[in-house]
């Protein structure tokens, strides 16, 4: 079993929508949960970090975490073609990242 | 966040030669990483590179192979070595910074090894 696993995609959402990335983590002391955004070419940028169970909400982005059933999440609102990218999952379980391999999504117009 | 550089932003390299990567950072930071991501795939930590320590290397990477240097608080290197061509990849630096466990990478080297 993979430490962390996203589903690769894509994922393709019409502009306006909720896109929602999903991600799962075999560590169950992971006490530090991360998204990042990664644009084709580019290298990853940090949008979202959530330490707690339950929502966090950032503008559009909210992230939602349940350690009981070591689950992340990233719903993205109002979807919009530039959020057109890979989103990669990471958990931090002791004193490192752990990323996924990352979901491509797709925002048409 | 902190303002991350890196030298160079790609290369071709031939095999059998080694490569230096730079990664310069705008602020003092104590916790510098270095990841390689090859082509479709997610990322791989490498080493951490504390100032004033040895790197501390993942399982799979070896000093001998990706030595590292890290003079001080706002700079490092990732020296890829005897390169073949499974070494291209891209190389990124990140730094921790702000809150703890927060990493935010460099722009990346992207190296091809012919």
């Known amino acids: 079993q993979k430490e962390v696993e996203q589903n690769s995609g894509p994922l393709s959402v019409p502009e306006g929508a909720i896109a929602s990335l999903n991600c799962t983590y075999s560590d169950r002391g992971s006490q530090s949960f991360f998204w990042y955004r990664q644009y084709s070419g580019k290298s990853p940028e940090l949008i979202m970090f959530i330490y707690s169970n339950g929502d966090k909400e950032d503008g559009r982005f909210t992230a939602q975490l349940n350690k009981a059933s070591q689950y992340v999440s990233l719903l993205i609102r109002d979807s919009q073609p530039s959020d057109s990218a890979t989103y990669l999952c990471?958990?931090?379980?002791?004193?490192?990242?752990?990323f996924g391999t990352g979901t491509r999504l797709q925002v048409f117009p | 966040s902190a303002v991350i550089s890196q030298k160079p932003s790609r290369d071709i390299c031939q095999r059998g030669t080694s490569l230096t990567i730079q990664c310069q950072v705008d602020s003092q930071v104590t916790m510098m990483f270095w990841y390689r991501q090859q082509p479709g795939q997610s990322l791989t930590l490498i080493a951490t590179?504390?100032?004033?320590?040895?790197?501390?290397?993942e399982s799979g990477f070896v000093i001998d192979k990706f030595p590292i240097s890290r003079p001080n608080l706002t700079f490092s290197t990732l020296t890829v070595s005897n390169m073949s061509p499974e070494d291209s990849s891209i190389y990124l630096c990140s730094v921790e910074t702000g809150s703890p466990y927060e990493q935010y990478f460099g722009p990346g080297t992207r190296l091809t090894v012919t």
């Open positions: 590179a504390n100032q004033g320590s040895e790197a501390t290397y």
């Open positions: 990471a958990v931090m379980p002791t004193d490192k990242l752990i």
